[in-house]
């Protein structure tokens, strides 16, 4: 059997961030977690890998990273995710706190001691690029940088044209993309394909574990949410893409392409610009662009996850 690929997952719990934790727990050797404010304050998302961490048996750190973006005011989704993160779900108070508060210099020191490590960001890109500013060189370290963030066609989820991750700290996301990182980017219209419910719900609830009891009732708040914004019956599973991007790349269909991040725009702050024009393109590609994902397979693999948990 081929060993796991080795992932520093930069998170920030969040619904799917948690749902993340668990696909990587299973396919991933995780290596460690590291933790920005986003979704939620930086307090909350690091109680709630911590929580995670002990939910899932994990014998891995959490280090606290950045309290706010490079520039300006942090942008919250606690609409999206509940007034601390996890929605309805309530765990324990973990009995084990973060290893550190300084996830970048962890990300730092982790990678010199051992390269060949794909860094999986899930949330705002502020660890990445403070990380990147400090040690340059840690570009030529890394397996990947495999990212959920931005989007290559279609909308945003914040703004017309922003997604979440990107929008929340904008000029993190246009250092990282400048930089000569190894990118990998799954963004709105590749996650959009990979939706999951109440029927999913349902089976995890029906597991009887923990972990499948967590997993229903992040399920269920995702439901709730989507059903009152969008309409829909179902919610796009966005942070575990980038997992199994890394762990099952063969469920992905990717491109290389040009991405830059607008920072200026009045109208387009926090878009990721794709270059879609080939050998016309202004620059060089930088980064791999998913485009389809299998997403009945991706979703079978969540659902292994949960069981297997």
């Known amino acids: ?73 942090q942008a919250f989704a606690h ?7 996890l929605g309805d779900l309530v765990l324990p108070n973990p009995e084990r706190g973060p290893d550190s508060e300084n996830a970048v210099d962890w990300l730092i020191e982790t990678t010199r001691a051992e390269e060949g490590i794909h860094l999986v960001p899930v949330g705002p890109l502020t660890n990445v690029a403070l990380a990147l500013r400090a040690d340059p060189q840690l570009t030529d370290r890394v397996a990947s940088v495999t990212l959920m963030g931005g989007a290559a066609v279609g909308v945003g989820n914040v703004t ?19 930089s000569r990182a190894p990118l990998a980017m799954l963004g709105l219209n590749l996650t959009h394909q990979v939706r999951m419910g109440s029927a999913h719900s349902e089976v995890c609830a029906a597991l009887g574990t923990q972990v499948g009891d967590a997993m229903a009732q992040l399920l269920e708040f995702y439901t709730v949410f989507h059903l009152a914004e969008e309409q829909v019956v179902d919610g796009p599973i966005h942070d575990p893409c980038a997992v199994l991007a890394v ?17 200026d725009g009045t109208l387009t702050r926090g878009m990721t610009v794709i270059d879609e024009r080939g050998p016309r393109a202004a620059e060089p590609a930088n980064c791999r662009v998913a485009y389809r994902a299998h997403a009945e397979r991706v979703i079978e693999l969540i659902m292994q996850a949960v069981r297997e948990a």
């Open 1 to 73: 059997m081929a060993s796991r690929p080795r992932v520093i997952l930069d998170c920030d719990p969040g619904v799917d961030d948690a749902m993340a934790l668990i696909t990587a727990a299973r396919f991933a050797d995780l290596v460690g977690i590291t933790t920005v404010a986003g979704n939620v304050e930086l307090e909350h998302t690091t109680a709630n890998a911590c929580r995670m961490r002990e939910l899932l048996g994990l014998e891995v750190e959490v280090h606290a990273g950045a309290a706010g973006p490079l520039v300006g005011d």
């Open 247 to 263: 762990t099952h790349p063969d469920l992905f269909e990717v491109a290389e392409r040009n991405v830059r991040v607008e920072i």
């Open 79 to 85: 609409n999206v995710h509940g007034a601390t993160g």
């Open 160 to 178: 017309s044209v922003a997604e979440f991750n990107v929008y929340a700290d904008p000029e993190a996301a246009a250092e990282v993309f400048r």
